[in-house]
């Protein structure tokens, strides 16, 4: 299980489509069954591969939003209008169908109870998945790491996960949102992409040593580690996962 | 900045189907500017191929290239990579 032990090769497997429900107007969870699945780490990720009548393939990697919880494991997939294998995953795709994916695979962006916190978490758009992972393994382990969340999201609508993390907040689980494009009447809360200032409220202060993760497209990512390493936050303790340009 | 750059994180299932171990946490040194850093932490640009970087000098460290049946890989930048056993 850890990343330490031999694994073997790497096999695609086929999983069963068990859950499909939209999370947001743009974003999917979809949960399989994936028989033989030896459980995961939360930060772990998924390939999924797609293969066209033809046999042309496609292969991405979707971070896995569920903590280990038997053969079940859960992604959340932002439709991306020119993707090869988003719109298949969020509009074609139905209960019941089988699908190839391998994994989990990495080991670097991950946390485990064990290694403690404080927790900073920082995500953009629909890369909370990851993040997700953490904060639901956190609570499954009864896990009192100090821990803060600071979610970009374009409007209210557009928060992944956003009725889970009202639920899950408290003891010791601190959430932030900002809404970059459209808020609600009577908002009062971040309204400005993640910058500097926010990071200054929102974050620990850099001598309280934090784990730093960040998820969201690169140029959310590349910004929200800049502003860290500026803050004094020291660089080894930030770990980041972007997924390309999706805009959050 | 490319914003369709990736992390090496990003390409950990290619890895371990090739190395059978996890290799995101591997660290490998880089030849150019000497700096150790696990493999998840590299930027990963993709194009026909897959070209690993360095975080701290862009010094290409690994490449791939695929087909449907071979993988073609090269170790352009890496020095020396230490894996735990």
Not at chain 1, 62 to 75: F, M, N, Q, V
Not at chain 1, 176 to 192: E, F
Request: with cysteine; aromatic share 6%; glycine share 10%.
């Amino acid at each position: 299980m850890a990343g330490t032990a031999v694994l073997g090769r790497l096999k695609w497997e086929v999983a069963d489509v068990v859950e499909i429900v939209p999370e947001t107007p743009r974003v999917k969870r979809i949960v399989f069954e994936v028989p033989g699945w030896a459980g995961h780490r939360a930060g772990q990720h998924v390939d999924i591969r797609l293969t066209a009548e033809d046999g042309y393939r496609a292969e991405r990697s979707y971070s896995i939003a569920s903590a280990p919880d038997g053969t079940r494991i859960e992604i959340a997939v932002e439709r991306l209008d020119d993707g090869e294998v988003s719109p298949y995953l969020t509009d074609e795709l139905r209960p019941g169908d089988q699908i190839e994916l391998r994994g989990p695979v990495g080991g670097y962006f991950v946390w485990e109870p064990t290694e403690g916190g404080p927790l900073l978490l920082v995500a953009g758009g629909s890369g909370i998945a990851p993040l997700m992972a953490m904060i639901r393994l956190r609570a499954a382990a009864r896990s009192d790491v100090e821990t803060r969340l600071l979610c970009s999201s374009r409007s209210w609508a557009e928060i992944v996960y956003r009725r889970e993390l009202d639920q899950l907040s408290g003891d010791g689980l601190t959430v932030a949102h900002t809404l970059t494009r459209t808020q609600p009447r009577g908002w009062t809360g971040y309204t400005r992409r993640v910058d500097r200032e926010m990071l200054a409220e929102v974050a620990q202060a850099p001598d309280e040593s934090p784990l730093v993760y960040v998820c969201g497209p690169t140029p959310f990512v590349e910004a929200v580690a800049t502003a860290l390493v500026d803050l004094g936050h020291e660089a080894r303790l930030i770990k980041t996962e972007r997924f390309g340009a999706t805009g959050a | 900045m490319d914003e369709l750059m990736v992390d090496g994180n990003a390409v950990a299932g290619l890895l371990q189907q090739v190395f059978a171990i996890e290799m995101t946490t591997a660290l490998g040194r880089c030849n150019e500017c000497g700096a150790i850093e696990a493999m998840g932490a590299t930027r990963v640009f993709r194009g026909a191929g897959i070209v690993m970087r360095c975080p701290r000098c862009d010094n290409a460290l690994v490449t791939m290239v695929t087909d449907d049946e071979r993988l073609w890989v090269g170790f352009p930048g890496v020095g020396t990579l230490e894996v735990r056993l």
